[in-house]
């Protein structure tokens, strides 16, 4: 089972006979992907979810949505769902808020949920298509706060002063990490009403972030749920609780939570395959050895490149890859000789530190030998 099918089997089971769990908190996690914006004209409006429903229905194909290929556009076949059993009945959407800024590199969207028991889920939301979202990511590489998540904090602390209660505060991806974030740099008065926090394969940070008070403080708090096969989530540093769980896809794609499996009200435990390991070995090791500063120019310098081509995401960057690849070309040769040098050096250093991770998790022939006994038996 995955989440659609916790849905349909435990929708039913209201949160008072079954209280919040690591599942709910995926889907609602998930929904924050939603473009919410189609409907507030402002943030003081209220909606409930079935109201939001039916308002997304006027404007979008559900069958359409079904053979999307883009999780975050198949996120709201989590809402057709919710929207028919006890569990999320009347749940309240609120607070609606998204701030994307290609000048400085800034995606941002937070909603929170007012469930029917009265707990609060603040939910910012993961990195979009866009290739200023993507960029964003990037930049966490070198930057202790990017622009979105400076914005996540000041939404947190605002919008805890429209609630009643305790707060849960997660996000999928990069909304995970703001998620974390926000929580640790919020108000201590906003921080003391946290009750979870929920980091759903999302990054890590940089050292300043984890040996700071606040993030000290609230770290009891965190749990960071990943897929065997974590990526986004094996990148930067988090001292966190890590639940590794089960996914019914393959390889990067089970970055996509709507493929992470699930029991009655629990998922399916497992551990961190190799390529996760890989990842958190191999680019945590090249980074180590780049600088800031060469850092924040390799990053400027490639996507540059890609805004080159105009493309505003990367699907419209794919729908034309010949073209598109063939600019960014054209600008890689046009670069100044010293920038092609650290661009390929950058590239040579990485190729050295996988190899090299690569290499070490290849089991030495005693090992393989217990390994092939132990699987036959």
Not at 143 to 157: F, I, P, Q, R
Not at 258 to 276: I, P, Q, R
Not at 312 to 332: A, M, P, Q, R, V
């Amino acid at each position: 089972m995955v989440l659609l099918d916790y849905l349909k089997w435990r929708n039913d089971v209201s949160l008072d006979i079954s209280p919040f769990n690591d599942i709910d908190n995926v889907i609602l996690s998930c929904l924050a992907y939603i473009d919410f914006g189609e409907f507030f004209a402002n943030s003081d409006e209220s909606y409930t979810l079935e109201e939001i429903f039916e308002l997304f229905c006027k404007n979008h194909s559900l069958d359409e949505i079904r053979e999307s290929k883009q999780f975050t556009e198949r996120v709201a076949l989590l809402l057709e769902e919710m929207v028919q059993a006890d569990r999320f009945k009347g749940t309240k959407v609120v607070h609606y808020a998204e701030d994307l800024d290609k000048e400085k590199v800034k995606q941002f969207a937070a909603v929170t949920f007012i469930l029917p028991d009265g707990t609060n889920y603040v939910s910012f939301r993961g990195t979009d298509s866009t290739i200023t979202g993507w960029k964003e990511d990037f930049l966490m590489a070198f930057m202790a706060d990017t622009e979105g998540a400076k914005a996540a904090v000041k939404y947190l602390n605002e919008v805890s002063k429209l609630l009643e209660g305790e707060l849960i505060v997660g996000g999928h991806s990069k909304g995970g990490n703001f998620a974390m974030f926000a929580s640790a740099f919020c108000d201590k008065v906003v921080q003391d009403r946290i009750s979870r926090v929920y980091n759903n394969d999302g990054p890590g940070f940089r050292d300043e972030v984890i040996e700071s008070t606040g993030y000290k403080e609230i770290l009891p708090k965190i749990c960071t749920i990943v897929p065997q096969t974590s990526m986004i989530g094996q990148l930067l540093d988090n001292e966190s609780e890590q639940r590794v769980i089960e996914s019914d896809a393959i390889g990067l794609y089970q970055h996509d939570a709507m493929t992470w499996k699930v029991t009655k009200d629990k998922f399916v435990e497992s551990e961190l395959d190799a390529f996760g390991n890989f990842v958190d070995v191999a680019l945590g090791s090249w980074l180590e050895k780049i600088d800031d500063e060469t850092r924040l120019s390799i990053v400027s310098t490639v996507f540059s490149m890609i805004e080159e081509t105009e493309a505003e995401t990367f699907y419209e960057f794919s729908d034309s890859l010949f073209k598109n690849t063939g600019i960014i070309i054209k600008g890689l040769v046009k670069l100044p000789k010293e920038k092609r040098a650290e661009l390929m050096t950058a590239l040579s250093s990485l190729i050295k530190v996988s190899s090299r991770t690569a290499f070490s998790k290849i089991p030495k022939p005693a090992e393989r030998l217990r390994i092939e006994k132990k699987n036959n038996l």
